[in-house]
């Protein structure tokens, strides 16, 4: 009895094991390294830098999430296709989906962040800012004042 237990132990921990050494997604990936950089920003241009890689992200999640919503359109409709699957990948791609749109949301969110941040840290770091990029700066400010706020990425 002690060995079939130990046994059954052993082969939890090993997929324990197994399962926390999987390797992450390239967007886990890069939001964990982005993460990094974010604790050791100080800077205006590290603030930038940030702000405009979260943005970038946004625009990739919300693209995916365009692209699920068509899919879940499609499983919806055609159904009858997947036989007995059908409502798994429904529910699957509606996960995503959810998931994708989360995720802009946040990044949105972490990139007004950054940008705030930037501008906070503008005045201390005028000097070290070449007048193109201040110009580029003054420019990006003026159009999202002028922008519908509700209006997303």
């Not at 390239?26 to 205006?44: F, V």
């Not at 998931?99 to 503008?122: G, N, P, V, W």
Request: aromatic letters at 6%; hydrophobic letters at 30%; a positive charge.
């Amino acid at each position: 009895m002690k060995t079939k237990s130990g046994t059954f132990v052993a082969i939890l921990s090993a997929l324990g094991l197994l399962a926390s050494c999987a390797q992450m997604s390239p967007l886990e990936a890069q939001n964990d390294n982005i993460n990094r950089a974010g604790k050791s920003a100080k800077t205006y241009a590290d603030h930038e830098k940030l702000a405009k890689q979260y943005q970038n992200t946004a625009k990739e999640m919300l693209r995916k999430a365009e692209e699920q919503k068509k899919l879940l359109q499609h499983y919806e409709e055609k159904s009858y296709l997947y036989g007995r699957q059908a409502q798994d990948k429904q529910s699957h791609t509606s996960a995503l989906l959810h998931k994708y749109e989360r995720t802009a949301e946040e990044d949105i969110k972490l990139a007004a962040f950054h940008r705030q941040m930037a501008s906070e840290l503008a005045p201390r770091d005028h000097a070290t800012i070449p007048a193109e990029k201040r110009q580029e700066r003054n420019h990006e400010n003026n159009a999202k004042v002028e922008s519908d706020p509700n209006e997303q990425i």
